[in-house]
C-alpha cells in the first residue's frame, strides 16, 4: 500500500519490521530480503535517520547468517547516516547501538562494546527509556564478564549487576520477545561461577 501511494518512508518502515518478523520466523534469507528493500526504499525517501535504522536492520540479518564482515560494514554506514541525520550522535545507540554491541561481542572485541554500550546507556538514562537501558546493560554485563579473566578478576560483581539490571529492566519494559536475551546472558554468567540453580532457574524462565 506505501509503495503504491509512492510512500518511500513508511514502506522502508515496513520493510524494516518484516525483516523483523522473519528473523523471528528463523527465516534469515528472507528477513535479508526485506531488510535490503527497507534500504532501498529508505534511500529513495532521502530521510538519513530512516536509512540509518535499515541499515543496521540488515546489518543484524546478515551477523545472522554469519556474514561478519559485510555486517560491520553496514553498521559503519548505519552510523555514518545516523550522523547526518538531525540527531547527528556520531555512535549508534538504543536498539541499534544494542545490535552492533552483539556483533563485536560475538567477534571478541569485548573493550569496543563495553565503550560502545556505555555510551549508548548515558543516553537511554538522560531520555528514561527504560527498554534501551536494560538493552544497552545487556552488552555491558556481557562485556564485563567476558573481560574478566583478562583483566585478571576473580569475581563478577559487577557483570553481574549489569546483567541484573538488564534482565529486570526487560521484564519491566514488557519486552518479552529480548527478554530472553537477558535471561540467557545471565544464565551463561551464572554458570561460569558455578550457580546452577540460578542459572537453571533462568533457563526454565527462557
Not at 527478554?179 to 546472558?185: D, E, F, Q, V, Y
Not at 551463561?188 to 550457580?195: D, F, P, S
Request: hydrophobic share 40%.
Amino acid at each position: 500500500m506505501r509503495i503504491n501511494l509512492s510512500d518511500n518512508y513508511y514502506a522502508s518502515r515496513a520493510a524494516r519490521d518484516l525483516c523483523d518478523v522473519w528473523l523471528s520466523l528463523g527465516d534469515i534469507p528472507q528477513a535479508v530480503i526485506y531488510a535490503e528493500r527497507g534500504v532501498s526504499y529508505a534511500v529513495l525517501a532521502g530521510n538519513d535517520y530512516v536509512l540509518a535504522g535499515s541499515c543496521a536492520h540488515l546489518a543484524q540479518a546478515h551477523h545472522l547468517a554469519g556474514k561478519l564482515i559485510k555486517a560491520e560494514k553496514l553498521f559503519h554506514e548505519a552510523e555514518a547516516s545516523q550522523k547526518k541525520s538531525n540527531l547527528g550522535e556520531p555512535f549508534l545507540y538504543s536498539y541499534r547501538g544494542f545490535l552492533f554491541c552483539d556483533l563485536l561481542l560475538s567477534q571478541g572485541r569485548y573493550g569496543e562494546a563495553f565503550e560502545r554500550a556505555n555510551r549508548a546507556i548515558e543516553i537511554s538514562r538522560r531520555n528514561g527509556w527504560l527498554a534501551d537501558i536494560a538493552l544497552d546493560s545487556l552488552p555491558l554485563g556481557r562485556a564485563c564478564w567476558l573481560l574478566a579473566p583478562s583483566d585478571g578478576r576473580n569475581e563478577f560483581t559487577e557483570a553481574m549487576g549489569y546483567l541484573n539490571q538488564a534482565a529486570d529492566g526487560l521484564r519491566k519494559a514488557g519486552t518479552q520477545d529480548s527478554l530472553p536475551l537477558g535471561l540467557l546472558a545471565r544464565a551463561a554468567c551464572y554458570r561460569t561461577q558455578g550457580l546452577f540453580p540460578l542459572a537453571q532457574a533462568d533457563l526454565d524462565e527462557v
